[in-house]
């Protein structure tokens, strides 16, 4: 009797997708995508991608062949845009994370093609990013009703301020209306990403979000040090010549700080500060599960990361850096909010003290060595004005409430911004939330920007102290990290993780006021339609040790679901709406 032969198991074939790799199939589908917006659970195909790169490959070359520079901007400009937006309507999820990506880069990618095309003062590749952000703002209103969204504090709160924006357009004293209305890419657009990551990131996009970003700062960290160490490159140098960019300079003209590609160095640092704190929570889950080379590999990220602060010249990058790793680590251990704010201070205490036993007098004050002493000396006095520019920033809050009682709405959306300087106005910023904020709309804007900073700090606390999962922590990490700059809509790629983070944080604090992001079976048939709040419900499980840093939502991270002025360290003329200019 022969035996049977053993049959392989026939493995279940994935649903197939409807083809959407180019012509009518593609039309179709982004047009059904725009009619009934969805959040697809899959990740799109290569073949799914062909549409957007085509055309944005398509605009490009042809704006390279034609002789009017300006209008090969504005064509380039165009074919990014519909790419951008046809491929966040059909894929918000990878959208959200290109488009975060695209604010990164944009300062570089603009100095790169105006190698070879006019460089004008009104630059239309600065719309890319704000049509990016309208189409999932879209996604995110149209899956998810606006009343549900507004059943907690944080949401109404950031609804409140963008409806005074708003209001704020119609304001008299803004120098014109298209002023005015240009205000509103740097007040309005980053505070869109609060919907976006409560409807379209979610719990399942969080984490791999973070991963992405620590790896861009990485990424920029490399850069910039390469411009500090080696010299910036032919486009870069060619736009210091045309442009000019006085808060760059450290003790002269001939010492230059980096600013990889971003507008500004504050941005640059910011984002290097940013890469330190997510490579130290990626490698602490690393270590938790005796993954040991992928933890060397991002601690040679975070040290990549730090190297970047030290030599960026940017004492505030440097000071909440420390402070963020602190605050982050306490609330990984489930300290109480009293105890932290205490251990806190002692930290800056004891940061001031060691950077004040370095003897700076023998660093040279010219080239590396001069930010290096810069960045040390203002740390260890901060209340010395030969060393610091903390007294001056207080000086321009203290003339911001002395404006506001002038104009107790303040003077529009167009102040404090680069808007206001194109239309023959001043920018007279105040180099930090609450001032810009005091400026712009008087005390009813600084009234929300306090409350706005007071709930989202403890409901960041709150839900990394019970959570203690890498997107908990990481949340909580960025808001520290950018303290005073939640507001800075120049700075494209740092101010729209914070309004990110919040929306995320908002929707685990409040897990019943949580959206439900729906998906559309004739656009994801792979889908199981299951209601985003339902997983993230499951997925917040408890955790028995004290060093969540891994938890269960970490994990996920590795499964198919996962996861004018730099102030207060240059001029006035570096401020985060002066630094829009140096793209």
Same mark, same amino acid.
């Given at each position: 009797?022969?035996?049977?032969?053993?049959?392989?198991?026939?493995?279940?074939?994935?649903?197939?997708?409807?083809?959407?790799?180019?012509?009518?199939?593609?039309?179709?589908?982004?047009?059904?995508?725009?009619?009934?917006?969805?959040?697809?659970?899959?990740?799109?195909?290569?073949?799914?991608?062909?549409?957007?790169?085509?055309?944005?490959?398509?605009?490009?070359?042809?704006?390279?062949?034609?002789?009017?520079?300006?209008?090969?901007?504005?064509?380039?400009?165009?074919?990014?845009?519909?790419?951008?937006?046809?491929?966040?309507?059909?894929?918000?999820?990878?959208?959200?994370?290109?488009?975060?990506?695209?604010?990164?880069?944009?300062?570089?990618?603009?100095?790169?093609?105006?190698?070879?095309?006019?460089?004008?003062?009104?630059?239309?590749?600065?719309?890319?990013?704000?049509?990016?952000?309208?189409?999932?703002?879209?996604?995110?209103?149209?899956?998810?009703?606006?009343?549900?969204?507004?059943?907690?504090?944080?949401?109404?709160?950031?609804?409140?301020?963008?409806?005074?924006?708003?209001?704020?357009?119609?304001?008299?004293?803004?120098?014109?209306?298209?002023?005015?209305?240009?205000?509103?890419?740097?007040?309005?657009?980053?505070?869109?990403?609060?919907?976006?990551?409560?409807?379209?990131?979610?719990?399942?996009?969080?984490?791999?979000?973070?991963?992405?970003?620590?790896?861009?700062?990485?990424?920029?960290?490399?850069?910039?040090?390469?411009?500090?160490?080696?010299?910036?490159?032919?486009?870069?140098?060619?736009?210091?010549?045309?442009?000019?960019?006085?808060?760059?300079?450290?003790?002269?003209?001939?010492?230059?700080?980096?600013?990889?590609?971003?507008?500004?160095?504050?941005?640059?640092?910011?984002?290097?500060?940013?890469?330190?704190?997510?490579?130290?929570?990626?490698?602490?889950?690393?270590?938790?599960?005796?993954?040991?080379?992928?933890?060397?590999?991002?601690?040679?990220?975070?040290?990549?990361?730090?190297?970047?602060?030290?030599?960026?010249?940017?004492?505030?990058?440097?000071?909440?850096?420390?402070?963020?790793?602190?605050?982050?680590?306490?609330?990984?251990?489930?300290?109480?909010?009293?105890?932290?704010?205490?251990?806190?201070?002692?930290?800056?205490?004891?940061?001031?003290?060691?950077?004040?036993?370095?003897?700076?007098?023998?660093?040279?004050?010219?080239?590396?060595?001069?930010?290096?002493?810069?960045?040390?000396?203002?740390?260890?006095?901060?209340?010395?004005?030969?060393?610091?520019?903390?007294?001056?920033?207080?000086?321009?809050?203290?003339?911001?409430?002395?404006?506001?009682?002038?104009?107790?709405?303040?003077?529009?959306?167009?102040?404090?911004?680069?808007?206001?300087?194109?239309?023959?106005?001043?920018?007279?910023?105040?180099?930090?939330?609450?001032?810009?904020?005091?400026?712009?709309?008087?005390?009813?804007?600084?009234?929300?920007?306090?409350?706005?900073?007071?709930?989202?700090?403890?409901?960041?606390?709150?839900?990394?102290?019970?959570?203690?999962?890498?997107?908990?922590?990481?949340?909580?990490?960025?808001?520290?990290?950018?303290?005073?700059?939640?507001?800075?809509?120049?700075?494209?790629?740092?101010?729209?993780?914070?309004?990110?983070?919040?929306?995320?944080?908002?929707?685990?604090?409040?897990?019943?006021?949580?959206?439900?992001?729906?998906?559309?079976?004739?656009?994801?048939?792979?889908?199981?339609?299951?209601?985003?709040?339902?997983?993230?419900?499951?997925?917040?499980?408890?955790? $028995? %040790? /004290? +060093? &969540?840093? #891994?938890? *269960? =939502?970490? !994990?996920?991270?590795? @499964? $198919? %679901? /996962? +996861? &004018?002025? #730099?102030? *207060? =360290?240059? !001029?006035?003329?570096? @401020? $985060? %709406?002066?630094?829009?200019?140096?793209?």
């Amino acid at each position: 009797m022969t035996a049977p032969t053993p049959t392989r198991p026939v493995r279940p074939r994935r649903a197939p997708r409807p083809s959407a790799s180019a012509g009518t199939n593609s039309i179709a589908t982004t047009v059904r995508a725009i009619r009934h917006p969805a959040v697809p659970s899959a990740p799109p195909r290569i073949r799914e991608c062909v549409p957007s790169l085509v055309v944005a490959l398509g605009a490009l070359m042809l704006s390279v062949v034609l002789p009017d520079g300006a209008a090969g901007r504005a064509l380039l400009a165009l074919g990014l845009a519909l790419a951008l937006a046809g491929f966040n309507v059909r894929f918000p999820r990878q959208g959200a994370t290109l488009t975060l990506m695209w604010l990164a880069t944009v300062g570089g990618f603009r100095r790169l093609v105006s190698t070879f095309q006019a460089d004008p003062g009104s630059d239309p590749l600065l719309l890319v990013g704000p049509v990016g952000v309208i189409v999932l703002t879209y996604v995110s209103l149209r899956t998810s009703p606006l009343p549900r969204w507004l059943r907690d504090m944080l949401a109404a709160l950031v609804a409140s301020f963008s409806v005074l924006t708003l209001v704020g357009v119609l304001n008299p004293n803004n120098p014109t209306l298209v002023a005015a209305v240009q205000g509103l890419l740097f007040w309005l657009m980053p505070l869109l990403w609060f919907w976006v990551a409560r409807a379209v990131i979610g719990s399942e996009g969080w984490t791999p979000l973070l991963r992405w970003i620590a790896q861009v700062c990485t990424l920029a960290s490399v850069y910039g040090l390469l411009q500090a160490f080696l010299g910036f490159p032919p486009w870069d140098e060619r736009w210091l010549t045309a442009r000019g960019y006085r808060a760059l300079e450290v003790n002269g003209p001939d010492t230059l700080r980096s600013f990889s590609f971003f507008p500004s160095a504050a941005e640059h640092a910011l984002a290097a500060s940013i890469g330190i704190v997510l490579c130290a929570l990626f490698a602490a889950r690393a270590v938790k599960r005796r993954s040991w080379v992928l933890a060397g590999l991002w601690i040679v990220e975070a040290g990549i990361g730090l190297t970047a602060v030290t030599f960026s010249s940017v004492r505030t990058a440097f000071v909440l850096t420390a402070l963020a790793l602190s605050v982050v680590f306490m609330a990984s251990r489930g300290w109480r909010l009293g105890r932290i704010l205490l251990v806190g201070l002692a930290s800056l205490v004891l940061l001031v003290a060691v950077a004040g036993r370095v003897d700076v007098t023998k660093m040279s004050d010219r080239g590396l060595s001069g930010m290096v002493r810069r960045t040390v000396n203002g740390v260890a006095h901060p209340f010395d004005n030969q060393a610091s520019t903390l007294g001056a920033h207080l000086n321009l809050t203290r003339r911001a409430f002395g404006q506001a009682v002038e104009h107790p709405f303040g003077k529009g959306t167009a102040t404090a911004t680069i808007a206001a300087d194109k239309a023959g106005g001043t920018n007279d910023g105040g180099e930090n939330d609450l001032a810009n904020a005091l400026l712009a709309f008087g005390f009813p804007g600084a009234i929300l920007v306090i409350q706005t900073i007071i709930v989202g700090l403890v409901s960041a606390f709150w839900v990394g102290r019970r959570d203690r999962t890498l997107g908990a922590l990481g949340a909580l990490g960025l808001l520290v990290l950018e303290l005073r700059f939640w507001w800075a809509g120049a700075h494209y790629f740092a101010a729209p993780l914070v309004w990110a983070a919040l929306g995320w944080v908002s929707t685990q604090a409040h897990p019943r006021a949580d959206v439900t992001i729906t998906t559309d079976p004739a656009i994801d048939p792979a889908s199981s339609g299951e209601p985003a709040a339902m997983a993230d419900r499951a997925d917040r499980t408890e955790v $028995p %040790d /004290a +060093d &969540r840093a #891994d938890g *269960p =939502d970490a !994990d996920r991270a590795d @499964g $198919p %679901d /996962a +996861d &004018r002025t #730099d102030a *207060p =360290d240059a !001029d006035r003329t570096e @401020g $985060p %709406d002066t630094a829009a200019v140096v793209g």
